[in-house]
């Protein structure tokens, strides 16, 4: 891997660069919207030399009047990258359990620190496993790595600014369509999409075999959703899947070079907080 490395790869690629002079970081970031926890997965099975961290805990501050999945103080995610063995020198490869939706949370904020060498592993731990490729139930102790964290290098909206974009520019939600439409909101106060915003599920990233699809079939994508420059953010629920659409749209090249989508880092979670904050339903 170097610097100018994709955001993602495949599992192929993934066992070159662990055989190669500069084997990357393994970082396993598997989590589901209600359970199990993660940490059960890993202790399972794992990529050998992987390291768990935890959405909640580690990549992500308390929640509270920020969301559900605030950005981690630099001080604090610098300490928890630096204990996986993340150095300022070193490649990373984030996974979960499939579809990249969760590493890409990890990618995201590596990306927002200054750290460019990371990608997310294609398929996650089942396409690894699907493939036969080694697992095993060893918790590894790396050694401290010495990164440091330079918060700001990827755009960040917040909600007057979400909502100017929703207006003026394009404003993807990243959430499935049933949520988007406000048919039904498990976890957040209210149910719906912020007024202007455009359904851009996440899933609609991945192929049918579970593999993200081909650039030029994202980036047709997001051209029929309305992407056609550089005025565009994106949302979720709280901040975590909508990283993915941020990767999508730079792994297609949609967005200019140097100029990521900007990520609504409180999204829905703290959009729904303010009952002063209007709310749209349906599918437009």
């Known amino acids: 891997m170097h610097e100018t490395s994709a955001p993602l790869v495949s599992t192929a690629e993934l066992v070159s660069f662990l055989d190669g002079a500069r084997p990357p970081v393994l970082?396993?970031?598997?989590w589901r919207l209600g359970g199990p926890p993660g940490r059960e997965e890993y202790a399972a099975g794992h990529l050998p030399g992987a390291v768990f961290l935890d959405l909640d805990a580690d990549l992500a501050a308390p929640p509270g009047d920020g969301g559900r999945h605030p950005l981690p103080a630099p001080e604090d995610l610098q300490r928890?990258?630096?204990?996986?063995g993340v150095r300022a020198d070193s490649p990373v490869v984030a996974y979960d359990g499939d579809n990249g939706s969760v590493a890409a949370r990890a990618w995201w904020l590596l990306r927002?620190?200054?750290h460019r060498e990371v990608a997310v592993l294609d398929g996650g731990y089942a396409a690894w496993v699907?493939?036969?490729?080694p697992v095993?139930?060893?918790v590894p102790a790396p050694e401290p790595g010495d990164i440091e964290v330079h918060p700001g290098a990827m755009p960040v909206l917040d909600a007057d600014e979400a909502a100017a974009l929703a207006r003026d520019g394009v404003l993807l939600d990243a959430r499935a369509p049933e949520r988007y439409r406000g048919d039904v909101e498990p976890v957040?106060?209210?149910a719906g999409h912020v007024p202007g915003a455009v359904n851009a599920p996440f899933a609609g990233h991945l192929g049918a075999d579970g593999r993200w699809l081909a650039p030029e079939a994202l980036a047709a994508r997001f051209v029929e959703l309305g992407v056609t420059g550089d005025r565009v953010g994106t949302y979720c629920g709280s901040g975590v899947s909508a990283a993915s659409v941020v990767l999508a749209l730079e792994l297609a090249g949609v967005t200019p070079t140097?100029?990521?989508?900007?990520?609504?880092?409180?999204?829905?979670s703290h959009w729904s907080r303010d009952p002063e904050r209007p709310v749209a339903?349906?599918?437009r």
């Open 27 to 30: 970082l396993d970031i598997r």
């Open 80 to 84: 928890v990258l630096r204990a996986a």
């Open 112 to 114: 927002w620190a200054g």
């Open 130 to 133: 699907a493939e036969g490729r």
């Open 136 to 138: 095993t139930t060893d």
């Open 188 to 190: 957040d106060p209210q």
């Open 258 to 268: 140097g100029r990521p989508a900007a990520l609504y880092t409180g999204s829905w």
């Open 281 to 283: 339903t349906g599918d």
